[in-house]
């Protein structure tokens, strides 16, 4: 069987290391001259966005064959609103370095991989399709989906972002929520060490001069004096895509729209969806059917990114007083419950309720 991978991303390497795990060599594409983006930064793994899954290390080397080592485990998120700041403490999750300096995620997949990748050349999916028995499209962007037909717009952002010189500590995340600058979504920070950290601001539906004002506004507002030694700023739209293969082209990754709208986490389940890509053409499977859970996901995300929408500063200030309460810090985080699912359903019904009671007009 003859298969292209577009985007030798993660989702892309994930997949054709699946494919050659089926005695299948793939041919792969990546129009860059490394794996990665350019710019290195610190991505996180959550435990909560992932359950019931609950060490994904150990869920990544013995049911996905992946043996990834993180930058360090996740012990401490801090959230700060406008008029309080809480913590949690547990195993988190882990913080992956990201992008083409050795150790990033990219690389490590990359050395696992035998297949030679051809780097700087940019793949034409159509082209590809007819060349090819099976195209995997992993090339980040929702661009292939929009065209064919099965893609739906969720939520378009903007990423802003520093490299930044300080004091950290490596298995901290920080998170600011707060709609002066950031209406809807958030900002955190990850440490690459103790001396090294991304800073990023997320915005939603922002014009490219807005997010400048912003990125200014939060430094203001938070008091930062960190030394910036990388700036980066980048375009994201999440989406829904359904169905995720049409004809010989299935759509992996950022592109099978398994980016969730929520807090913009996509890294497991963009290496799931590569991976089930590949098991579905070496194993005749249906790749929609593989990757049902990971679109229920999606589905659960946007219920709870709906909501989110219309929070206010005060709203923010309560929410994480009640996620840091004591008796609610027990339940979600030291238990392998699925928040999310069970948030999604409660949210649902409360809707549906609201719109029970609602007066006609
Ligand atoms: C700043 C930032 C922070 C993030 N933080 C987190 C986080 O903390 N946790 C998390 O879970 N997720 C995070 N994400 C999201 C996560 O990075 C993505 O969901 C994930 O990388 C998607 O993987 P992918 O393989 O689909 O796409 P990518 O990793 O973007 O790979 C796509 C590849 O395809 C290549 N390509 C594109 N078009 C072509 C073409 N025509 N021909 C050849 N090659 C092509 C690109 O050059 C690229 O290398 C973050 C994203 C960003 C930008």
């Known amino acids: 069987m003859r298969i292209a991978i577009i985007g030798a991303g993660v989702s892309g390497l994930a997949c054709a290391l699946e494919l050659e795990r089926h005695g299948i ?34 869920y990544l080397y013995r049911r996905l064959k992946l043996p990834l080592r993180p930058l360090a485990p996740l012990k401490r998120i801090i959230m700060h609103t406008p008029n ?26 990359f050395n696992l991989l035998r297949t030679p990748v051809f780097y700087n050349h940019y793949a034409d999916w159509r082209e590809m399709a007819r060349h090819y028995d099976y195209v995997v499209v992993a090339d980040g ?8 037909g099965c893609w739906q717009d969720i ?19 920080t998170m600011w929520l707060n709609t002066k600058y950031c209406r809807s979504n958030y900002a955190y920070l990850t440490p690459f060490n103790r001396h090294r950290a991304s800073l990023v601001l997320i915005t939603t539906d922002s014009y490219p001069d807005e997010i400048e004002k912003k990125w200014r506004l939060f430094w203001e507002v938070e008091g930062f004096d960190y030394q910036v030694v990388e700036n980066f700023s980048l375009q994201h739209v999440s989406g829904y895509c359904y169905p995720p293969q049409a004809g010989n082209v299935l759509l992996a990754g950022n592109a099978g729209g398994f980016l969730e709208p929520f807090l913009g986490f996509g890294l497991m389940a963009a290496i799931r969806s590569g991976i089930y890509a590949a098991r579905a053409l070496a194993r005749g499977e249906s790749y929609t ?39 609610v810090r027990q339940l979600i985080y030291n238990t392998n419950i699925d928040v999310f699912k069970f948030s999604t359903i409660l949210l649902t019904h409360l809707e549906r309720l609201k719109r029970k009671i609602r007066p006609r007009m």
Do not use: C
């Open 289 to 327: 059917g593989l990757t049902r859970d990971l679109r229920q996901q999606i589905i659960r995300a946007l219920a709870i990114r709906r909501v989110l929408n219309s929070l206010t500063n005060a709203d923010y200030d309560r929410l994480v007083r009640l996620l840091t309460a004591p008796g």
């Open 155 to 173: 939520l378009n952002t903007w990423v802003r972002g520093a490299t930044v010189l300080g004091h950290f500590d490596p298995h901290t995340l």
């Open 25 to 58: 060599t793939p041919a792969i594409f990546e129009q860059r001259n490394r794996s990665g983006e350019v710019f290195a930064h610190v991505a996180g793994i959550l435990q909560l966005m992932n359950r019931p899954i609950k060490d994904q290390i150990s």
């Open 141 to 148: 962007t929702q661009q292939v989906p929009r065209t064919l």
């Open 84 to 109: 309080t700041t809480g913590s949690i403490t547990g195993r988190l999750g882990y913080l992956f370095l990201r992008g083409q300096d050795e150790g990033s995620m990219e690389s490590q997949l």
